[in-house]
């Protein structure tokens, strides 16, 4: 975890080592290690060694990052895939949109939908500080390392417009479920300007953020669910196919999109179907995915 003082824009940290050395006991290659990614409202930060991997979006190849060991991923409103082959460490961070502002330095406007190897970046502290990371004992040190370049990076970073960091914090802490009209009316701003700013500066329009974020919380909670108690899905994928009758625990899928926000159970499988591409009662099955988190 980071230092409590950062947590409230960074949402974790991850040390991870993965993969399978390429050539070893067989002498044939190695698989990829493909995992699919949902779509999320934060940014994802990764700073690794060893082995690359691709990130690629199914709807841009161009937006893409391949061959890339250390990358950032702005806002997503779709799911991507991570693909690599061997054995590679690193570290993962989640921020807020509002810290990620900050600590990289650019409009995540320019991050939206992409991932963008840390290499490339106007300013090389990223990567400075990947080779730092590498080279410490172990997650301990790594994770301190964390914490104080964040630190510094937050304290010399110029603050964001006040505006979009109550549009942020009206958003979040309602988990997407106040209206644009209203909140714009709160800023003092037209729909029309609060949606250019909050686009230009952290990444995706209110409109698609609020969308992001209750769906973000509807898959954590599945996730916490977990695979006995998630139901099965409430409309077939084929709208031609046979008709699932069963409704799952309490009050099954339509009172669950109501809690989550949701106008009905279509809705929530929509939603899910374009931030995932899969369903809610696959997404809630252990190890079928990665995603941001809520």
């Not at 690629?56 to 937006?63: E, F, I, K």
Request: with cysteine; charged share 20%.
């Amino acid at each position: 975890m980071p230092a409590t003082r950062l947590r409230p824009v960074v949402g974790r940290y991850v040390g991870y080592r993965e993969g399978v050395l390429v050539g070893v006991a067989s002498g044939r290659d190695a698989p990829p290690l493909v995992r699919h990614e949902a779509a999320g409202a934060f940014v994802v930060l990764v700073l690794g060694w060893g082995a690359p991997l691709d990130v690629l979006n199914p709807r841009s190849a161009a937006h893409s990052a391949y061959r890339v060991d250390s990358f950032v991923a702005g806002p997503y409103d779709g799911y991507c895939t991570t693909s690599t082959v061997g054995a590679g460490a690193g570290v993962q961070l989640m921020l807020t949109p509002l810290a990620a502002r900050r600590v990289l330095g650019v409009p995540l406007g320019e991050l939206a939908n992409r991932a963008v190897a840390v290499d490339g970046l106007p300013d090389p502290w990223l990567d400075r500080l990947r080779a730092r990371l590498a080279g410490a004992p172990d997650w301990p040190h790594r994770f301190a390392l964390l914490d104080a370049a964040l630190d510094a990076r937050l304290a010399d970073a110029d603050p964001v417009d006040p505006h979009l960091d109550r549009a942020w914090d009206r958003l979040a802490g309602s988990a997407g479920r106040i209206g644009i009209g209203a909140l714009a009316g709160e800023l003092g701003w037209s729909r029309r300007h609060l949606a250019a700013r909050f686009r230009r500066e952290l990444g995706l329009g209110p409109k698609t953020t609020a969308r992001l974020l209750r769906f973000q919380r509807a898959s954590a909670t599945l996730g916490r669910q977990g695979a006995v108690s998630v139901p099965p899905d409430p409309v077939p994928p084929d709208p031609a196919g046979p008709a699932d009758d069963r409704t799952g625990p309490a009050g099954g899928w339509a009172e669950l999109a109501v809690r989550w926000g949701y106008y009905d159970q279509s809705h929530l499988i929509r939603e899910f179907r374009e931030f995932t591409g899969t369903t809610p009662a696959a997404l809630g099955r252990p190890g079928s995915h990665s995603s941001n988190p809520g």
